[in-house]
């Protein structure tokens, strides 16, 4: 079985950086999708960034929304990847979910893809 938590939400300014951690247990990491999504209050859930696994040499993908202000990686050792935001704006708040493929390594986009989700950790920014 497949466990993933986020850490590393919070309160930040706008134009502020934060760093969110997905730690997994369980699953073939090194060889699975990795992704982010996030979910605004009274909106759809939105895929935010992935990077593939190591079949893929860790391709990465992001929205449009977020293009140049979040980086996503991943430590294959630590099973752990992450995703730093900088610049971030007010309409980033959101609810943020990592997400782990069973099926897929490439940069997949869609929920449905993914086989694990985390708990989710709380982004705010705001002044």
């Known amino acids: 079985q497949v466990h993933l938590v986020e850490s590393g939400g919070g309160l930040v300014e706008p134009g502020g950086s934060l760093s969110l951690s997905c730690a997994a247990s369980?699953?073939?990491?090194?060889?699975?999708?990795l992704g982010w999504f996030r979910q605004a209050p009274g909106k759809k859930r939105e895929f935010v960034a992935v990077i593939g696994g190591n079949w893929s040499g860790g391709i990465t993908a992001y929205a449009d929304s977020v293009k140049g202000r979040f980086t996503v990686s991943r430590d294959n050792a630590k099973n752990t990847a992450y995703l730093v935001m900088s610049n971030l704006k007010p309409e980033d708040t959101a609810v943020y979910y990592c997400?782990?493929?069973?099926?897929?390594?490439?940069?997949?986009?869609?929920?449905?893809?993914?086989?694990?989700w985390g708990q989710g950790t709380q982004v705010t920014v705001s002044s």
């Open positions: 369980g699953g073939y990491f090194g060889s699975s999708a």
């Open positions: 997400a782990m493929s069973q099926q897929y390594e490439g940069a997949v986009k869609l929920e449905w893809q993914y086989s694990y």
